[in-house]
């Protein structure tokens, strides 16, 4: 089973974010899925900073979050980057992929959105 979402920017985002993209690719493997992240255009967050790939569920809200964790990436200048990732999430059930910028203080979802998309299987 794969399932494929597109990443597009969200409102209100900051000029240097607005042409951002993505695409993840979600293939079920034993104990989770493996998942094919590829980015373009995302500012470079600099020292202390990364991305990071959650998985959303039905009802996901500030203060009531739904949420898993595919990990963390970091861009260099070009913006572009592809990575592999792991996650527990079944697509199906949380649906909704979200990239957030990060600091290593934050617990949870604290970030921005950048990217957003939602699986159509």
Do not use: K
Request: aromatic share 6%; hydrophobic share 40%.
């Amino acid at each position: 089973d794969v399932d494929s979402v597109v990443l597009r920017p969200q409102p209100g985002l900051p000029a240097a974010a607005r042409a951002a993209l993505g695409r993840a690719v979600a293939t079920q493997a034993g104990g989770g899925w493996s998942v094919q992240l590829t980015v373009a255009h995302l500012p470079d967050l600099g020292p202390g900073r990364f991305y990071e790939c959650w998985w959303a569920g039905p009802g996901n809200r500030p203060g009531h979050p739904v949420l898993i964790s595919a990990g963390t990436f970091t861009v260099g200048r070009s913006g572009t980057v592809t990575v592999q990732m792991w996650t527990a999430a079944n697509p199906d059930t949380f649906p909704d992929i979200q990239i957030t910028a990060q600091t290593p203080a934050s617990t949870g979802q604290h970030g921005q959105i950048i990217l957003a998309g939602t699986n159509s299987n």
